[in-house]
């Protein structure tokens, strides 16, 4: 039979029915390969995941009060073989375990784990390979507890932790990996929030698109998600004094944590804090009536008492008649709620020392209230201490510090804590400047470069296939740089006068505190006599009540016309905070300044007619004027101004109080 159909068969035909027996034996042979292969990556990339939901149990869930016990964290190890395991996966999740073991253990728990050496770059690069996006947060866990073991000082943290979660950033870009990217980016902005919360903003919304919602079956990858980049959005908002955007992003936190069943009474904070300070208090007590229906579903002792705390926040900021009755009536009893520990891996306000404090402010007394504010700021100071990220605590409490005060009638201690407030929420801490001038660009511009750069290589391929000719190709090769240097130019000039306008206050037109101080550092440092001067608008509240906000913005925006036109350009003009401003003088002695501040005040008061409201009345100020000589403690100078305009308003508001700063010194030795 075969002998037949070869003689049948002309040679040149029989010739290419061996070839293609050959080739289809051969494509047998790669299928099968091909699929042993397939199936190994699975088992790879399986593998990973298993190992890195083990990374992000052991994270988030190792002696947190509602996690597991060292014994259970214990059993996870030993049950994953993880010490026996030397392959490039093993050796990576060991020396990552390591480091998180540094870290998060004590005297009295640790994993029972030994690193011999750790994983090297080729074993980073395997697991790239397998998954990107779980690549990027586990080495992004890498590096964090890396420098937290290196370095304990947060500053020193940060030094090491930016610049390598800023390549890291970058490597996930050449990948093209989005959800890989936005991880970088959302390790990057915690770190950030310490030093620049508008460069943590920046790096959060870049992300926020792209984040995935949490996923228990990839826990690594998801563990940062889009409620938690909502959730930091609005403490971010908050910090810069945006609390509208703030509730936007609370509001997203609560409905998801609502649709997946995790909702507490702490997830309320956010959003009455935020409603408390746009005073939209009717939505404040709605809030407060859900967080109360949460603590009474899940039946929680702890949630109930921060849930009777958020009531009292309400209260405490509205202010007004019989409010204080009702502050007594919730506050006079807490001793059912002694012993009761809110969870520590939240960062909460000391509540119970905090209501506490809140009834002897007003039952109190001298002594009782002293000693209870005492108790309350060591609290504050402590969870401060054990914190990686101080400056939300630090924020709240000089916030609840000054409302105390407040409540007591204390109003010089108050109006202190609200300055020590509003300098830690406008300043960058100043061990940590060298890490905020950081010349490290957008991610937009970083993308707009990535681009313009493939594009230039995918012309190079086309012009050497197509061309072969090494003039052409040149030539290729210059426009596109040239195009490319313009749009770097256009880019580089858009984002110069995007950052020269955010400098400035839209209302107003006055540069906001950090520009101001930037603006007049050289200047006061001259040996030119000058002057700094605190301006506050006299019952301003009361403007805002009566007419509404809409009537005391335009008075904002009006007392900024008018100084803005009496000024020279080497003067510079400052919204300090809600209606205080600050003003320097370049060369002028205290009798000019203060005769062009009587100059300001008789034009401010002269404008009765308000296109928002039919009423008539007239706006006014009290000032502070402090006469500088090569003085350079802007800080000090400003605490002068503060105490005179204090003075000048004590007198009966409208006043200007002018001093040369060492008269000012010399009277208060």
Same mark, same amino acid.
């Given at each position: 039979?075969?002998k037949?159909f070869s003689?049948a068969?002309p040679?040149?035909?029989y010739?290419f029915?061996?070839?293609a027996l ?5 494509l047998?042979?790669?299928?099968t390969?091909v ?10 990339e399986?593998k ?15 002696n ?14 030993l049950?994953s073989e993880?010490?026996q395991?030397?392959s490039e ?12 073991d540094?870290s998060?253990s ?22 790239k ?10 080495k992004?866990?890498f590096i ?6 290196? &370095?304990l ?27 890989a990217?936005?991880?970088a ?8 929030s ?7 903003? $920046?790096e959060i919304?870049y992300a926020l698109?792209?984040?995935k919602?949490?996923?228990l ?8 998600n ?12 908050t910090?810069?004094? /945006? ?5 936007? &992003?609370?509001?997203f ?5 609502k *649709?997946h069943d995790i ?14 300070h ?5 939505d404040?007590?709605t ?7 949460v ?6 002792a ?7 705390? @958020?009531?009292v926040? $309400?209260f ?21 709620f ?18 506490k404090?809140t009834y ?7 002594a009782e209230f002293?000693?209870?504010m005492?108790?309350?700021?060591s ?9 990686? #990220?101080?400056?939300?605590i ?9 409302d ?5 009638? /204390?109003f010089?201690?108050a109006?202190?804590h609200? &300055?020590?407030y509003d ?7 100043g ?11 957008s991610a @937009?511009?970083r993308?707009?470069?990535i681009n313009?750069?493939q *594009?230039m290589?995918?012309?190079?391929d086309?012009q050497n296939?197509?061309l ?5 190709q040149? @030539?290729?090769f ?6 490319s ?5 256009w ?18 037109g006055?540069l ?7 603006e ?9 006599a ?10 301003f509240?009361?403007?805002?009540d009566?007419y509404?906000h809409?009537v ?17 350009k080497?003067?510079?003009?400052c919204?300090y905070?809600?209606?205080e401003?600050?003003l #320097?003088?370049?060369?002028?002695? *205290? *009798?000019?300044?203060n ?11 002269? &404008?009765?007619n ?18 500088v000589k ?8 400003i605490?002068?101004c ?5 003075r000048?308003?004590s007198?009966?508001?409208?006043k ?7 008269a000012?010194l010399?009277?208060?030795?």
């Amino acid at each position: 039979m075969n002998k037949c159909f070869s003689c049948a068969v002309p040679p040149f035909c029989y010739y290419f029915f061996q070839k293609a027996l050959t080739c289809l034996f051969a494509l047998l042979i790669t299928l099968t390969s091909v699929n042993a292969v397939a199936n190994n990556v699975l088992s790879e990339e399986e593998k990973f995941r298993q190992l890195g939901n083990l990374v992000n149990t052991i994270m988030y869930m190792w002696n947190s009060p509602s996690g597991l016990s060292d014994d259970e964290i214990t059993k996870l190890i030993l049950a994953s073989e993880i010490q026996q395991d030397s392959s490039e996966i093993g050796k990576v999740i060991k020396t990552v375990l390591y480091h998180l073991d540094g870290s998060l253990s004590t005297s009295d728990s640790k994993i029972p784990l030994d690193l011999a050496e750790e994983a090297s770059p080729a074993d980073w690069a395997y697991l790239k390979n397998i998954n990107v996006s779980r690549y990027i947060a586990l080495k992004a866990v890498f590096i964090m507890y890396k420098t937290a073991n290196a &370095h304990l000082d947060t500053g020193e943290r940060l030094e090491y932790s930016i610049p390598l979660l800023y390549s890291l950033k970058q490597e996930a870009l050449k990948t093209s990996d989005h959800h890989a990217v936005a991880i970088a980016s959302i390790w990057l902005a915690m770190e950030y929030s310490e030093i620049n919360q508008m460069k943590a903003v $920046v790096e959060i919304e870049y992300a926020l698109p792209f984040l995935k919602h949490i996923d228990l079956e990839n826990g690594l990858e998801t563990s940062l998600n889009k409620r938690m980049a909502h959730s930091w959005l609005a403490d971010a908002y908050t910090t810069l004094n /945006d609390y509208s955007r703030a509730v936007t &992003h609370q509001q997203f936190v609560i409905e998801d944590s609502k *649709e997946h069943d995790i909702a507490t009474s702490y997830v309320y904070i956010g959003v009455i804090n935020s409603l408390n300070h746009l005073q939209r208090f009717d939505d404040a007590f709605t809030m407060v009536d859900e967080a109360e229906q949460v603590s009474i579903k899940k039946q929680s002792a702890p949630q109930t008492l921060f849930s009777l705390w @958020l009531k009292v926040s $309400v209260f405490l900021h509205r202010d007004e008649p019989n409010d204080r009755e009702q502050i007594i009536a919730l506050t006079e009893n807490l001793s059912h709620f002694e012993g009761i520990a809110l969870p520590t891996n939240i960062n909460l306000l000391p509540v119970l020392s905090a209501l506490k404090t809140t009834y002897l402010a007003l039952e109190g007394s001298d002594a009782e209230f002293k000693k209870a504010m005492d108790t309350l700021t060591s609290d504050f100071n402590s969870q401060a201490k054990h914190s990686s #990220y101080s400056t939300s605590i630090l924020l709240s409490k000089h916030a609840h510090l000054s409302d105390l005060y407040r409540l007591r009638g /204390d109003f010089k201690n108050a109006l202190l804590h609200q &300055h020590e407030y509003d300098f830690i929420r406008s300043q960058p801490n100043g061990s940590y400047a060298h890490l905020d001038e950081l010349n490290i660009d957008s991610a @937009l511009q970083r993308d707009i470069t990535i681009n313009i750069l493939q *594009e230039m290589a995918r012309l190079k391929d086309k012009q050497n296939l197509k061309l072969k000719a090494d003039r052409f190709q040149a @030539l290729s090769f210059a426009l596109v740089a040239v195009m490319s240097t313009f749009l770097l130019f256009w880019f580089w000039r858009r984002q110069r006068s995007r950052a020269k306008a955010s400098e400035i206050d839209d209302l107003t037109g006055a540069l906001f505190r950090r520009a101001m101080f930037k603006e007049i550092a050289k200047p006061m440092s001259n040996k030119i006599a000058s002057c700094l001067v605190l301006i506050d608008l006299d019952h301003f509240k009361q403007i805002n009540d009566r007419y509404g906000h809409v009537v005391g913005d335009e008075v904002l925006t009006k007392f900024g016309q008018v100084v803005r036109q009496r000024i020279r350009k080497t003067d510079k003009f400052c919204r300090y905070g809600g209606e205080e401003f600050l003003l #320097y003088l370049h060369d002028t002695t *205290e *009798e000019n300044a203060n005769a062009l501040l009587e100059d300001i005040k008789i034009s401010l008061e002269s &404008h009765q007619n308000w296109s928002n409201t039919e009423a008539t009345f007239s706006a006014s100020f009290s000032a502070g004027v402090i006469q500088v000589k090569g003085e350079r403690n802007i800080n000090k100078i400003i605490k002068a101004c503060d105490n005179l305009l204090y003075r000048a308003k004590s007198t009966g508001r409208g006043k200007i109080e002018t001093m040369s700063f060492t008269a000012y010194l010399n009277e208060n030795i």
